[in-house]
């Protein structure tokens, strides 16, 4: 168990650009979550995949983000025309599938993002 | 939708003393799981403890225990001999079904309480 991996850890960026963050799942974990952290709050969650299927996108996300995960395993986030309140931490999380009882979402470092 | 509230932005407790976080949460749902996650400043966020909202017995885990009270939504967490390595963010999270309700979906998290731990 590798745990989760997130990369880069950190990216700064000018407004207007686009970015890309990649989320490495644990490798038998079926389903794996994005949240958002902003300084001094709570992660929000904004969308998860279970497999290879996107099953709930927030209201949160607005056309600017979109998230794949191509062939069940890793996963990447995408944000287009970066804005400044999109400077946050952006968090993935993992577990294994869970239908009778829940799985406890392992959670990576973390991927924090500035726009200059 | 579910909300959860943690009304403690900081706290602070001496070495070795105990300390209780609150956390009250709004749901209509019946099925759902509670949990107290610690984010240390600049690492991961942790799993400290959960609860199965069917089960009355309130969940422990070593020097971390929870008092569940079901029908008032409150969800506390109590650390007894508290130690330095405990100093963090604690967040409250809750976990209910999803829109088809065939399995556990997104954690909603609180706000928040920074835990401050004096030698």
């Known amino acids: 168990d590798t745990g989760v991996s997130q990369d880069p850890r950190h990216k700064i960026t000018k407004r207007g650009q686009n970015v890309t963050f990649r989320c490495d799942p644990i490798s038998e974990h079926n389903r794996l979550y994005w949240y958002r952290q902003t300084l001094g709050q709570g992660p929000e969650f904004l969308t998860y995949f279970q497999n290879e299927a996107q099953l709930e996108k927030s209201r949160l996300l607005s056309d600017r983000f979109s998230a794949e995960r191509p062939k069940g395993s890793f996963s990447t986030l995408e944000i287009q025309r970066t804005e400044q309140g999109d400077s946050a931490m952006y968090l993935c999380?993992?577990?294994?599938?869970?239908?009778?009882?829940?799985?406890?979402?392992?959670f990576g470092d973390g991927t924090r993002l500035s726009i200059l | 939708a579910q909300t959860v509230t943690q009304s403690q932005p900081e706290m602070s407790v001496q070495e070795a003393e105990t300390v209780t976080l609150s956390c009250t949460y709004d749901?209509?749902?019946?099925?759902?799981?509670l949990f107290w996650y610690k984010q240390p400043p600049s690492r991961q966020m942790i799993l400290v403890i959960r609860?199965?909202?069917?089960?009355?017995q309130n969940a422990t885990e070593n020097r971390f225990s929870v008092n569940f009270q079901k029908a008032a939504k409150s969800f506390s967490l109590k650390i007894s001999d508290s130690q330095l390595g405990d100093a963090a963010m604690y967040f409250c999270a809750y976990r209910g079904r999803n829109a088809g309700g065939t399995s556990y979906g997104k954690l909603t998290f609180g706000q928040g309480t920074i835990l401050t731990v004096h030698p």
């Open positions: 749901t209509s749902e019946s099925d759902y799981y």
């Open positions: 999380a993992s577990s294994a599938l869970d239908t009778e009882r829940n799985q406890p979402q392992h």
């Open positions: 609860q199965e909202a069917y089960k009355q």
